[in-house]
T-cell receptor
């Protein structure tokens, strides 16, 4: 069965600092990987996705993520965080059957001025 | 192109009542997915539907919960005889195909509170 682990429940960074959110997945085949962001009281917005090819993927809002098969990881990064990035971030893996996403527990990001 | 629409956005029910949550997928999308998010948790898959068919309901509780996606109209998630533990945010997502790419577009959610 597929699973996703986001080891950090809460992260606080200063505005302008760099950010890395960790994601580890378990899946038997080539994974389809996603990062979503959820602002308070809102739905989920897709930041980026990995299906195949280049292991470094660029997303919206200046985010990027790197797929590392050897480490079963798909960490999200941003070089300089803005106060508006404060939100909850979810990593997810899709299965080959195309019928569900499995989400991690989320990482809540707080940004200090 | 309007996104995924869900209504109501907030729903309050007393224990024992029925809750009906509606989801209109994006235009051109024929695949709908429902997820539940309990407080302080991630989203959990509930059910995957295509028009007039339930494809995968492996995440649905065995009792009181049902879902449909009729030929015409929105997808409905129905919870009968609600209990306090049903209080959660229910998200609907849609995709243009149930392909391996799994790219799903999410609605704003319905937040159900059971008193």
């Amino acid at each position: 069965a597929q699973s996703v682990t986001q080891p950090d429940i809460h992260i606080t960074v200063s505005e302008g600092a760099s950010l890395e959110l960790r994601c580890n997945y378990s899946y038997g085949a080539t994974p389809y990987l996603f990062w979503y962001v959820q602002s308070p009281g809102q739905g989920l917005q897709l930041l980026l996705k990995y299906f195949s090819g280049d292991t470094l993927v660029q997303g919206i809002k200046g985010f990027e993520a790197e797929f590392k098969r050897s480490q079963s990881s798909f960490n999200l990064r941003k070089p300089s965080v803005h106060w508006s990035d404060a939100a909850e971030y979810f990593c997810a893996v899709g299965n080959n059957a195309g019928n569900m996403l499995t989400f991690g527990g989320g990482t809540r990001l707080m940004v200090k001025p | 192109n309007a996104g995924v629409m869900q209504n109501p956005r907030h729903l309050v029910r007393r224990r024992g009542q029925e809750a009906r949550l509606r989801c209109s997928p994006m235009k051109g999308h024929s695949h709908v997915y429902w997820y539940r998010q309990l407080p302080e948790e991630g989203l959990k898959f509930m059910v995957y539907l295509q028009k007039e068919n339930i494809i995968d309901e492996s995440g649905m509780p065995k009792e009181r919960f049902s879902a449909e996606f009729p030929k015409e109209g929105p997808s409905i998630l129905r919870i009968q005889q609600v209990v306090r533990g049903d209080s959660a945010a229910y998200f609907c997502a849609s995709s243009p195909r149930g392909s391996s790419y799994n790219e799903q577009f999410f609605g704003p959610g319905t937040r159900l509170t059971v008193l």
